[in-house]
């Protein structure tokens, strides 16, 4: 589980022309750039999709991103336990090695099993999460459950003067978070610098983290249609993975991850765009089991990911056309002590096209993207997407898809004591379908509903053949259901509410139609109060509810974890400062899939943050 394939990377530098063009057409729109790997408006995106602002980061009192996609809707996590701990993540029932995590479109997903470590990841650099719910294959290739993006804070700091914050919180378990951000412009340069640190004794037995980030990110204006921006990210940490007294042995895991992109941003004329970055990624993971009593080493697990890419994209922008073109070119390796010959590399291009046509009310998206590989076969990805606008407060989107998903190396060539390698395995395909319905009911509730259907084909399973296990193509799985979120206005002057409910149905034709651990509905609800004496308060809800559990390993579910988290900010003319609290499990309810990876009961924390 380390990190990093198919980093496929724009690096997302917008110039201000481009932006005023956008907006030339579309006033006062939300913008997002993951569905089609460009700016473009939200209502003219078909895909179902889910934007976190930074301000909305900041009322949850977060850590890591695990944090944050905790209570997000349709997105289903399993956190095994304190803050900088491992997470997984799912969206709409898939698996955890179907979800995409990007870093300003450079993925984040290891080589080895294709897990992206969002326990790790620290919310303060970024400036808005943007979530694709279903397949985004024809867009960013491998991604059959979704794609998180996470967009930095590099590019609205207008400025001379520095600017930048320091973040403090302290809770139990000798629990604290560090961080502290410096930002701002020096005429045509725009510049981004953060550091942290994340530790805790632990909030349950044998559940210590500790994570050390630096990001960095420039961006320069050498004129007004040519800019060029650099990033840099390092994070190591180690953390407790697992202790089993009775087997007097425990489990670490320590872990270096670095990586660096260059991009160049050319408008040529007014309306087109050329784009063309460059990447590499180096990330090492050692995992150690040793026995309690002596310390002696039972067993070394060691790894080392290295990809080294680019991307070239070209944009040409109408009133009525958003079309893109654009190509990726990645080199992946991994070694390891657990796979054949101990090193396995592949190559992979991929080669996409998609136009958004604007047409009345109608918004139509066509996309295709063909990828390549030296290991895999290729694979074409077609989609189209519509949405029309049905009246001035309603929009209906409808979109359906080709995806995929590619074995990881680990799956394909992993050779340990338990697991043999099987190089037939094939990638993972699925057609998926959604319908969406959004709509402003009154001027007091807004209400957005999707339905969804996911087939797959040659899904991905482990299975015993003596006298170990390996990973084998199943036949079929559908995964089927309903999200809706509906969020009121303001009443009594200081509150609103928001809900959202997520119905799955997941069905598989060779274990009898269930699927162990597979989620079955969640909920989340929130309660916000505000005034205009700047004092928060959000009390938040997550139930989940899970098919198929097993009772052997002591898995609770079907609870509400609840929490509070309270802000009081004091502003002057120089510095504003924040104080918080959070309450977390405010019950002490139980929520876990393993008894060895409980969640914690309820902790508090409070902190300060300043800025200046």
Do not use: C
Not at 18 to 36: G, H
Not at 81 to 87: C, E, Q, R
Not at 202 to 207: D, E, I, K, P, V
Not at 359 to 375: A, H, L, N
């Amino acid at each position: 589980m380390v990190i990093f394939i198919f980093a496929d990377s724009d690096i997302f530098a917008f110039t201000e022309s481009e932006e005023s063009f956008l907006r030339m057409y579309n006033p006062d729109q939300q913008f997002v750039v993951t569905a089609t790997r460009y700016l473009k408006p939200l209502s003219q995106t078909a895909e179902n999709m889910t934007v976190i602002t930074s301000e909305e980061i900041e009322t949850m009192n977060a850590h890591t991103l695990a944090d944050v996609l905790y209570y997000i809707n349709g997105v289903q996590m399993t956190i095994e336990g304190s803050p900088g701990s491992v997470a997984y993540t799912h969206i709409q029932g898939s698996e955890y090695r179907h979800v995409r995590v990007m870093i300003d479109g450079v993925t984040i997903n290891d080589l080895s099993d294709t897990f992206a470590d969002v326990g790790s990841l620290p919310v303060q650099i970024i400036d808005s999460i943007e979530i694709i719910k279903g397949p985004a294959s024809s867009t960013w290739g491998s991604s059959l459950g979704g794609v998180i993006n996470i967009i930095t804070k590099t590019r609205n700091f207008s400025t001379d003067d520095p600017e930048g914050s320091i973040r403090l919180s302290y809770g139990e378990g000798q629990t604290y978070d560090l961080g502290a951000e410096l930002y701002g412009k020096s005429n045509r340069t725009r510049y981004y610098f953060y550091g942290s640190q994340l530790k805790t004794d632990g909030l349950r037995s044998h559940n210590k983290t500790d994570w050390e980030n630096l990001y960095a990110s420039v961006d320069w204006e050498l004129s007004e249609n040519v800019n060029v921006k650099s990033t840099l990210g390092y994070r190591e940490g180690e953390r407790d993975i697992i202790e089993l007294s009775e087997y007097d042995t425990s489990t670490t895991g320590e872990y270096r991850y670095l990586f660096s992109t260059l991009a160049l941003n050319v408008e040529p004329v007014t309306g087109m765009t050329l784009n063309i970055s460059l990447r590499t990624t180096n990330s090492d993971y050692l995992y150690l089991t040793d026995t309690i009593s002596t310390g002696m080493v039972l067993d070394e697990y060691t790894e080392e990911d290295r990809v080294y890419g680019a991307s070239a994209r070209f944009t040409w922008l109408t009133d009525k056309h958003n079309i893109i073109v654009g190509s990726d070119y990645d080199y992946n390796e991994l070694e390891s002590n657990n796979l054949t010959d101990r090193k396995q590399d592949f190559t992979r291009a991929g080669f996409y096209f998609n136009d958004t046509i604007v047409y009345k009310e109608f918004s139509i998206t066509p996309g295709v993207r063909f990828d390549s590989f030296d290991i895999y076969d290729d694979f074409w990805s077609p989609s189209l997407g519509v949405t029309y606008k049905a009246g001035k407060h309603t929009l209906i989107r409808l979109s359906a898809s080709r995806g995929f998903n590619v074995p990881s190396l680990f799956h394909k060539y992993g050779d340990s004591f338990f697991y043999a390698p099987n190089d037939k395995l094939e990638v993972e395909r699925v057609n998926s379908y959604q319908l969406g319905f959004e709509t402003a009911l009154s001027k007091y509730i807004w209400l957005k509903t999707t339905l969804f259907r996911h087939d797959i084909r040659n899904a991905i399973e482990s299975e015993f053949l003596d006298p170990s296990w390996t990973f084998v193509n199943i036949n079929k799985q559908k995964r089927e259901g309903i999200e809706a979120e509906i969020k009121s206005a303001r009443f009594y002057d200081f509150f609103t509410i928001l809900a959202g409910f997520t119905f799955i149905n997941t069905k598989d034709s060779e274990q009898n139609g269930e699927i162990p651990e597979s989620v079955s509905s969640t909920v989340d609800i929130e309660l916000k109060y505000e005034n205009n004496k700047h004092v928060n308060i959000s009390l938040r809800g997550h139930y989940i509810n899970r098919k198929g559990v097993r009772p052997l390993f002591g898995d609770r579910d079907s609870t509400f974890i609840w929490d509070i988290h309270l802000n009081k900010s004091v502003k002057n003319s120089k510095v504003k400062a924040e104080m918080f609290m959070s309450i977390r499990n405010l019950f002490s309810e139980p929520q876990y899939l393993d008894t060895y990876y409980k969640n914690p009961d309820r902790w508090i924390e409070a902190g300060v943050k300043i800025t200046f």
